[in-house]
């Protein structure tokens, strides 16, 4: 049975349903998807997966609905995961999703200086913040952190191909592609391996920079790992002293972007973006979506020549930072110097007490219950991550809420869940459906309501 049971595209659209869909895109979009949805049941019934040729007009409409909408949309994130790189990292501020609203929408100052009636540079919109943020004398920005490395690298490279000095204990990866050994390589530097993978002294430093074939000096920032047991490294300001000392230039990548330091205990020994400078790299890169809570890009800053290096290198134009995020980095920037890097959601989330949560959690508790009185729901404690690859040994204490219902499995729930529109992304630990509260946002209640009706409803 089935096959020749399926609709047409044509029966499909005479229904209800199918007209609504034709309200929703031009008839040609709306019968391609209507036709690939129906070849998707046509395999299903053929490979035996689906037994019976869906005729539910309303579950095709859905279907096909999702086919329709935008590939790259809003998710709720309910994983606690603060700053999950597979779902966006960091959450901008309002006011920085405004200012890249107006920015994008028509024409813009991106290199121009109306005042002065002559071209500008992209860079300049964020030049001074920077400085003030981070005590640097000049900056420029980039695409993402992995290009502000690459750029150093290239702009500071010795001309005569003299190597560059790294601690073994240093050739990290972060997350996927990006492999220091390796994006040295493609940098065309030389490397000058020193010390151990677990231990690297001032005195490698100090053979390494005696060298006639050394010219340059990283140090990166172990963002997402950690070493115990016999190990040592060479602090930061240490590094700069040393490469000073011998009169090499140095550069330094600090990953995560924490501006000032911190004694809050969500922010573990991260290194402060204004202590780096202040030890006196010729260059410091960072990132943008990390702690420093704005949006993807890659902040270079440090001494006037080495940033004027930078910014006059060929490879910037491959690299430069577009307009839609530069105008959330200088909102971003802003809303740190006006009122604290606490104003910033992903701050906010960090830093975000039992108590806080737990208000947080009680409200949508009492939310689900009443609008679903056969729903079990459940305050749980559990244990949250910051992500990103960054402070990977912080676990914040937070809440989430338990749902469960009967007839219905955590893995059933994750599925419709994760099908609605928005998505609600939980997780499942120990045989539980979990959505933790660290990571929502104000108006994420409404839509979790919605996504867990439509869970229910399919399920009836
Ligand atoms: C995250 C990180 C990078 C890569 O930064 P992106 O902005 O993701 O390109 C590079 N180095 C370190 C130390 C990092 O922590």
Do not use: W
């Amino acid at each position: 049975m089935g096959l020749d049971e399926l609709p047409s595209v044509d029966e499909v659209l005479r229904t209800a349903p199918g007209q609504a869909l034709l309200g929703r895109a031009p008839r040609p979009v709306v019968v391609a998807a209507v036709r690939a949805e129906l070849e998707a049941l046509r395999s299903a019934l053929r490979a035996g997966t689906s037994m019976s040729p869906v005729v539910d007009p309303r579950r095709l409409e859905a279907r096909v609905a999702e086919r329709l909408r935008p590939s790259l949309r809003r998710v709720i994130n309910a994983t606690g995961v603060v700053l999950h790189t597979n779902l966006g990292r960091a959450p901008l501020h309002p006011t920085a999703a405004t200012r890249v609203a107006e920015v994008a929408a028509g024409y813009s100052t991106l290199e121009y200086r109306p005042d002065e009636r002559r071209r500008g540079s992209r860079h300049d919109h964020v030049a001074a913040l920077l400085c003030e943020l981070t005590g640097a004398e000049a900056s420029c920005v980039v695409n993402n952190n992995a290009a502000g490395v690459l750029l150093a690298l290239q702009a500071l490279a010795p001309a005569d191909h003299r190597a560059v000095v790294v601690s073994r204990g240093e050739l990290v990866e972060i997350g996927g592609s990006f492999r220091m050994p390796d994006v040295m390589v493609a940098a065309g530097v030389v490397l000058a391996e020193i010390g151990t993978t677990n231990k690297t002294r001032a005195s490698d430093y100090e053979a390494a920079l005696r060298r006639p074939d050394v010219g340059l000096v990283i140090k990166v920032h172990r963002s997402n790992f950690v070493q115990r047991g016999f190990v040592d490294e060479v602090s930061f300001g240490e590094v700069a002293a040393l490469a000073r000392a011998a009169g090499v230039a140095c550069i330094a990548d600090v990953g995560s972007g924490l501006l000032e330091r911190s004694s809050a205990p969500h922010l573990g020994a991260e290194p402060a973006v204004r202590d780096v400078v202040a030890a006196g790299y010729d260059l410091v890169t960072f990132s943008g979506d990390k702690l420093l809570g704005g949006p993807q890009a890659g902040l270079v800053v440090g001494r006037a020549g080495a940033v004027a290096r930078a910014r006059q290198h060929p490879l910037m134009r491959a690299l430069r930072p577009d307009k839609l995020q530069l105008a959330a980095l200088e909102a971003t920037l802003q809303l740190v110097r006006d009122h604290g890097a606490a104003a910033l959601p992903v701050h906010a989330m960090l830093s975000a007490d039992l108590a806080t949560l737990r208000a947080r959690a009680e409200a949508l508790r009492i939310r689900l219950c009443e609008c679903f009185p056969d729903l079990a729901v459940q305050l749980v404690e559990v244990r949250s991550a910051v992500g990103g690859g960054a402070l990977p040994e912080v676990e914040l204490p937070s809440l989430a809420l338990a749902l469960g219902r009967a007839g219905l499995s955590p893995d059933d729930l994750d599925h419709a869940l994760r099908r609605a529109d928005p998505p609600v992304i939980g997780r499942i630990a120990e045989g539980r459906y979990l959505l933790d509260v660290r990571t929502l946002l104000v108006d994420d209640t409404m839509e979790i309501v919605r996504a867990v009706r439509g869970a229910l409803d399919t399920r009836e």
